[in-house]
């Protein structure tokens, strides 16, 4: 009885009496053998590559071609269940976190002379609005889990910052905050996971969220510029207003910019969408100094009246 090569289905036929050579390996553009194909068979016939004793174990197995092997395939089934099950693990600390979480709420009031507020959340939402002159109010709503998140109201300087403090491992925490700012003066509202709402200004806007959308209504503010990363923009005034410079601008949302129709009143307008539809409905005058930007990445742009 003699042992001979038997090549998978797919392999050239080897010539009789073939036997690989010392480190030889399929060619890699050859299909991969099947699940425990064996590679050696013994022979009735005259021995292809001499006769092996009956204790003699055959040759070892010849390995699949190379980036074909069955391990892989295995390797990234197990990398791929490692993921999902971080993933699910993830998710059911945030709702542990959640469930076990408390909710309170605090004031705090600022007495102030300085006509500029900076409002920073890096874990809120915002609302705006107008309140008493020379003071500033802030109402915060907290939903905490393992960390607490922490709202401060103080006087720096020549302006009053509001400021929420999100920790490292406050999963599932957030922060809703409403602030009364005293009328005129400059506000700026920066958000870094949450929406931002003001209604009812008259201050100058510099309003920015990273994820969420951005939304100012009945303003009587005559410079405004607002941005978000990853949400709509949509601008409005009251009809007595008197708005001079408006910047509203989107990388993931649409834009809106409703402006007050006053007559004789033109606009010198810069809109532009890069996947979505431009209307300008104003009159426009490239002369003006009434100045309108509307841009956005990834939705409509539309510029009009109120």
């Given at each position: ?5 038997n090549?998978p289905?797919?392999?050239?036929a ?6 690989p050579?010392?480190g030889?390996?399929p ?9 425990g ?10 021995p ?6 009956e204790?003699?174990?055959p040759?070892?197995?010849?390995a699949s071609?190379?980036?074909r ?8 089934l ?8 971080l ?12 469930t ?5 709420t ?5 007495e102030?002379p300085?006509a ?8 809120a939402?915002i609302?705006l ?14 939903r ?7 709202v401060?109201?103080q ?8 400021a929420?403090?999100?920790?490292a ?11 009364e ?6 506000v ?12 009812g200004?008259s ?27 990853a949400?709509?923009?949509?601008l409005?005034w009251?009809?007595s207003?008197d708005p ?8 993931a949302?649409?834009?809106r ?31 003006s ?5 509307a841009?956005?990445?990834a ?6 009246y109120?």
């Open positions: 009885m003699a042992w001979r090569f090549a289905p797919g392999w050239p080897p010539p009789p009496g073939w036997v050579p010392p030889w390996t060619d890699p553009s050859w299909p991969p053998a099947p699940e194909w064996p590679f050696w068979v013994e022979h009735a016939e005259a292809a590559w001499g006769s092996a004793p204790e003699v174990e040759p070892a197995p010849v071609p190379p980036g092997r069955g391990g892989a395939g295995r390797i990234i197990v990398v791929v269940l490692l993921l999902l099950g993933a699910i693990l993830a998710a059911a600390v945030s709702l542990l976190a959640w076990l979480g408390s909710t309170q605090q004031e705090l009031r600022t102030t300085a500029t507020v900076r409002v920073e959340g890096s874990c939402s609302t609005r107008e309140g008493s002159p020379g003071v500033v109010t802030t109402r915060a709503t907290i905490s889990t393992w960390r607490e998140p922490k401060t109201s006087l720096e300087g020549e302006l009053v910052r509001v929420v403090d999100c920790p491992l406050s999963f599932g925490s957030s922060v809703s905050l409403v602030v700012v005293p009328p005129a003066g400059a700026e509202a920066r958000s870094s996971a949450g929406s931002i709402t003001a209604q200004l201050s100058d806007l510099t309003l920015s969220s990273s994820a969420g959308s951005v939304s100012a209504t009945e303003l009587s503010s005559t410079r405004v510029s607002a941005d978000s990363s949400g709509s923009v949509a409005s009251a009809a207003a001079t410079t408006v910047s509203a601008t989107s990388s949302g649409s834009v910019v409703s402006v007050p129709d006053v007559a004789e009143v033109a606009w010198r307008v810069d809109a532009d969408s890069s996947a979505g539809s431009t209307t300008v409905e104003v009159r426009t005058d490239p002369a100094d009434r100045t309108i930007t841009r956005s990445s939705g409509s742009v539309v510029v009009g109120r």
